[in-house]
């Protein structure tokens, strides 16, 4: 039975993982197109005076936090926190290049803010079942 939760773990993490290199990778915003029919106006999931960013971090801690959890026993764990890392700032630099998008510094420390509040969070929790805190 806790084989079959962890399956569904690692599969919410990977289809977590393809959701969002879809919505950072795609020239708009996809979900300001479904929910207000506008390519170029983002989603707010909380309203604040500096933007989307808020976003970011919760998107990359959602996905950071999933990915550890779902290789936290196993060989490939830091492989997966190398990834994860690259991955928050590969995405925001390829807005360089991705048409009506546009890379943004604060964006880019929300990334990395999320990922590693997620990394720390982990780091603690392995500590504590381990015994060593």
């Known amino acids: 039975m806790k084989e079959i939760k962890f399956f569904k773990v690692r599969y919410l993490y990977y289809i977590s ?8 990778l795609f020239p708009g915003s996809l979900i300001g197109y479904f929910l207000y029919g506008n390519l170029a106006q983002q989603l707010d999931i909380i309203p604040n005076p500096i933007g989307t960013s808020i976003n970011h971090a919760i998107a990359f801690f959602y996905l ?10 196993e060989k490939n764990y830091s492989k997966t926190l190398f990834l994860l890392l690259s991955l928050s700032i590969l995405l925001e630099i390829s807005h360089f290049i991705i048409p009506n998008r546009s890379f943004q510094l604060l964006d880019l420390f929300a990334n990395l803010l999320g990922t590693l509040l997620a990394i720390v969070i982990i780091f603690f ?4 079942t381990n015994g060593k805190i």
């Open 125 to 128: 929790y392995r500590r504590f």
């Open 17 to 24: 993982l393809i959701s969002l290199l879809v919505l950072y």
């Open 64 to 73: 950071t936090t999933l990915g550890l959890i779902t290789y936290l026993k």
